[in-house]
Structure formats: C-alpha cells, structure tokens
C-alpha cells in the first residue's frame, strides 16, 4: 500500500462512451502525475501537476481531459478513446519540497487497467 | 526515441546468487537515477535510488552503481530470493524537472528457488 489509490481498478469501455479515471493520495504530497503503459512500451508521463496547476502536458490528445480539484485528488477524464488507448494508466504523487521541485521518488497508485472496445 | 533503455528484457537467476539488471542512458541532462520494482496487478513501487555525485548507493541488498561517462547504472540484488521476482524498471530525472521521470522498458527477473 503505497497511500496513493485509483479506482477503478479495471474499466471497459466503448469508443464513443465518457469516463473518469479516480486518483487519491493522502501523503500530504503537492505534486501529481498520470502515467500511460502500454503493452511492451516504457511508462510514459502524460500530465503533471505542481500545487494543483498543470505544468506538464507530453503531447497527450485532447481525449484525455486531467482535473486536478486539489492536491490530494487527481482525475482523468476520457472520452471517444481508440483501441490503441487501450493500457495501464498509472497515477503518482512526490513529496513537496519547498517551492521548487527537486529530485524526488514518485509513490505510484495501483492503476487502472483500460480496455476501450 | 528512447532516453533510458533497459536492453534486458528478461533475467533469470538461481537463488541466493547475485542479479545485475542493467540500464543505460542517453540523456547528459540527467542527475537522478531511480529503480522501481513492479509485481503484476500493482503499481510500480520505489527501490533505491541515487544522485549523479555518487557512483554507488547501498540499501540492504540492493546496491545501485552509476557509471556517469558510460551513461550506464546498474541494480545489484545479492541475495536473490524468490519474492524479488518481478519487473524492475529504471527511472531518470532532470535537476530542472527533477519530478519528471524518465522510464527504462523494464527488465522481467525471475529467481528460481
């Protein structure tokens, strides 16, 4: 239990359905991120958010919508997804240090397993 | 194009004997090198990790070696046991987006009692 949760766990959905992805962390952290793994690929970083203000968006389609309500919630909204969106999305969250951002581990939620049909 | 390879795909290693999982990179903007350790139906979960001013970081039994002119860092398990089984992935950051990692492909370890 890393203190970082995602629900759901899996999800199934069709290329024209809407749905939300969930992550919450109670680590006191002010930093989040969402992460894509796809089959046989390296995790890729999709959003960050610093003290809930996005600054970081790696050329993700706009099909993946990200909220960030506070800095202990993170969401990842989805809508007409391909097949190929189809993977593990993994949400993280790293420690504040101070106003500027150093190096620093990211604790990982479980992830929720895609499967758009 | 990749910045962190781990060029192994997969490991397989007797019991009680040292793993080497390997990871090389390409960027020489990085200065912090993590390993992450991934069991199935989990998240990725922090190992070790170590700044580009060490050449070595130990933690029980795990060792992390970094070889900055050779951009290569390696993770050593010694002992192996059976529960280190699991996909092993090297990380990367830069000291101006220290929160941004970089991920290696992963290496699947297998110990075999």
């Known amino acids: 239990e890393t203190g970082v949760t995602q629900t759901p766990r899996h999800l199934v959905m069709g290329m024209t359905n809407k749905k939300s992805l969930k992550c919450e962390q109670h680590?006191?952290?002010?930093?989040m991120y969402w992460y894509k793994q796809s089959a046989k690929k390296p995790l890729e970083l999709m959003f960050v958010?610093?003290?809930?203000?996005?600054?970081e968006n790696n050329s993700v389609p706009s099909r993946f919508s990200p909220e960030c309500p506070n800095s202990s919630h993170l969401f990842l909204h989805l809508h007409t997804l391909q097949p190929e969106d189809s993977a593990l999305y993994l949400c993280?969250?790293?420690?504040?240090?101070?106003?500027?951002?150093?190096?620093?581990?990211?604790?990982f939620g479980q992830g929720t397993r895609l499967t758009v049909v | 194009d990749q910045q962190v390879k781990q060029n192994s795909p997969s490991l397989s290693v007797q019991e009680g004997r040292i793993s080497i999982l390997n990871c090389d990179y390409t960027?020489?903007?990085?200065?912090?090198f993590l390993w992450y350790k991934k069991y199935p139906a989990e998240g990725p979960t922090f190992l070790i990790s170590?700044?580009?001013?060490?050449d070595k970081n130990e933690d029980g039994r795990f060792t992390v070696f970094l070889n900055k002119s050779a951009k290569h860092l390696s993770l050593h398990i010694v002992p192996s046991q059976p529960g280190d089984s699991a996909v092993y992935f090297c990380a990367a950051s830069a000291g101006n987006a220290g929160n941004m990692l970089t991920f290696g492909g992963g290496t699947r370890l297998m110990v075999k009692p």
């Open positions: 170590i700044s580009s001013i060490k």
């Open positions: 993280a969250s790293s420690p504040p240090v101070g106003q500027r951002l150093v190096n620093t581990e990211a604790f």
């Open positions: 958010y610093n003290f809930k203000e996005q600054t």
């Open positions: 960027n020489s903007m990085f200065d912090y």
């Open positions: 680590l006191g952290h002010n930093a």
